[in-house]
C-alpha cells in the first residue's frame, strides 16, 4: 500500500471536501477520498463526496453505460436480476431473470455478474447461474411477453461447461475477453457440477472461437485492457494472493509474459481494507479505477497508486458515464456515485 508523504498530506487535507472530511472524523467508515498523486486531479473532483444513489440489493454488481439512452445498468447477482439507474427516475427493476433461466437443470439460482455493450448495442450478459455469456436485445425491453429471451454466446470449452463467467472487455476488433472463476457454483472449487479442472481466461472472437489465454490463476475476476490494447490486467480474488496481474502482447498477437501489477496482500481481511481486487474501468487517459480493498483504487498505467476511493463497504465493480463525468460502484448492498472532473 502506498501512503502519502507529509506534502501529499497536506494536499490531500486542503484537496478533500469538508463532507468528506468531516464524516470520516465522526465515522470511520464513512466514504471518504485519499490522493497520493497530484495527477489525480485531472480525473478526481477534489470538492465531490460519494452519493447513494440506491440500496437494498443482495450483491450489486456489474455496472454498465448505455450510451444511446443515457441510463445504466446492474447486477444483483442473488437476486437474479438487473436494474436500471437513470438520473430522474431513481432505480427500477429491468430484468428478470438475469442469469439463472432453468436451461440446465442443475442450473444455479445466481442471475448475471458483469454487463458489456456490444458493438451491435446489445446487452452482453456474464450469466452466473446459466454458466454461460448471452446477449439481450435492449429494444425488447417490455416486449417480452414471458421471460426475457437471451441468445448464447458461448457455454462449453472442449466440450466442458465453463464454470461461471464474470467479468469480460471488448476489444477494437470485436474478441471479447472474459474471465472464468467457480463464484457462481454453490460449492465453489468443489462443486460437483464443476468441469473444467481450472479457472481460465478466455478469449472469445467475432466468429465464436474460443480459446485460452491462462489456466493458472486461481480467481480471476475483473479484467479490462490498456487503451492501446497491448496489456490486459486481471483483477485475482485469492485470499492467498490479492493482486492485479497484467498480460503483455506478444510479436503475434496473444497475451503472454504475464506479470504482477500490484499486490495488495498485506490488506486481506484488515479492518477499513474489507474486499478483495474485483471489477475495473478504464478512463480515456489510460489511467483506471480498480475496485479492492477499502473501496476503489485510481491506478496509472505504470501501476502507481494514485487515489483511493474508501466507500465503507466492499465494493465489487465500478463504470463511468460516457462522458466520464461519473464514476458509477456498486457496493455490496448498494448503488454509489461519485463527481469527477
Not at 486481506?268 to 480498480?290: C, I, Q, R, T, W
Request: glycine share 10%.
Amino acid at each position: 500500500m502506498i501512503k502519502p508523504n507529509i506534502a501529499q498530506s497536506i494536499l490531500l487535507y486542503c484537496a478533500l471536501s469538508i463532507f468528506s472530511v468531516t464524516a470520516y472524523t465522526q465515522q470511520n467508515n464513512a466514504p471518504r477520498i485519499e490522493v497520493y498523486d497530484k495527477s489525480a486531479f485531472k480525473i478526481i473532483n477534489e470538492f465531490a463526496s460519494v452519493e447513494t444513489l440506491g440500496e437494498g440489493y443482495s450483491w450489486s454488481e456489474g455496472p454498465v453505460w448505455v450510451g444511446d439512452g443515457g441510463y445504466l445498468l446492474f447486477s444483483d447477482v442473488p437476486e437474479n436480476k438487473v436494474y436500471k439507474y437513470k438520473e430522474g427516475e431513481g432505480v427500477t427493476e429491468y430484468l428478470a431473470p438475469s442469469g439463472s433461466t432453468n436451461i440446465y437443470a442443475d442450473a444455479g439460482t445466481q442471475g448475471s455478474n458483469g454487463l458489456l455493450i456490444n458493438g451491435e448495442g446489445k446487452l452482453v450478459l456474464m450469466q452466473h447461474g446459466d454458466r454461460r455469456i448471452s446477449t439481450y436485445d435492449l429494444n425488447t425491453i417490455g416486449l417480452d411477453n414471458d421471460k426475457p429471451k437471451y441468445e448464447s454466446l458461448v457455454s462449453h470449452y472442449q466440450g466442458k461447461r465453463l464454470n461461471s463467467p464474470n467479468d469480460a472487455v471488448f476489444d477494437s476488433q470485436g474478441n471479447l475477453y472474459f474471465t472464468d472463476p467457480p463464484y457462481g457454483l454453490s460449492g465453489g472449487m468443489n462443486d460437483p457440477a464443476k468441469e473444467l479442472d481450472f479457472q481460465g481466461i478466455f478469449k472469445l472472437s467475432p466468429k465464436g472461437e474460443l480459446s485460452l489465454i491462462d489456466d493458472s490463476v486461481s480467481y480471476p475476476n475483473g479484467i479490462i485492457l490498456s487503451n492501446d490494447e497491448q496489456s490486459l490486467i486481471v483483477a485475482v480474488s485469492d485470499p492467498k494472493k490479492l493482486e492485479w496481474i497484467k498480460f503483455t502482447k506478444n510479436s503475434v498477437g496473444k497475451f503472454t509474459h504475464k506479470k504482477s501489477f500490484y499486490d495488495v496482500s498485506d490488506l486481506v481481511d484488515k479492518k477499513g481494507h474489507e474486499g478483495y481486487p474485483d471489477g475495473m474501468v478504464l478512463h480515456s487517459s489510460g489511467n483506471f479505477f480498480a475496485t479492492g480493498p477499502g473501496g476503489v483504487w485510481l491506478f496509472s498505467p505504470k501501476g502507481k497508486v494514485l487515489a483511493r476511493i474508501f466507500t465503507g463497504r466492499k465494493t465489487a465493480n465500478c463504470t463511468l458515464s460516457g462522458d466520464e463525468k461519473t464514476l458509477f460502484m456498486t457496493a455490496h448492498d448498494q448503488l454509489l456515485a461519485l463527481a469527477l472532473r
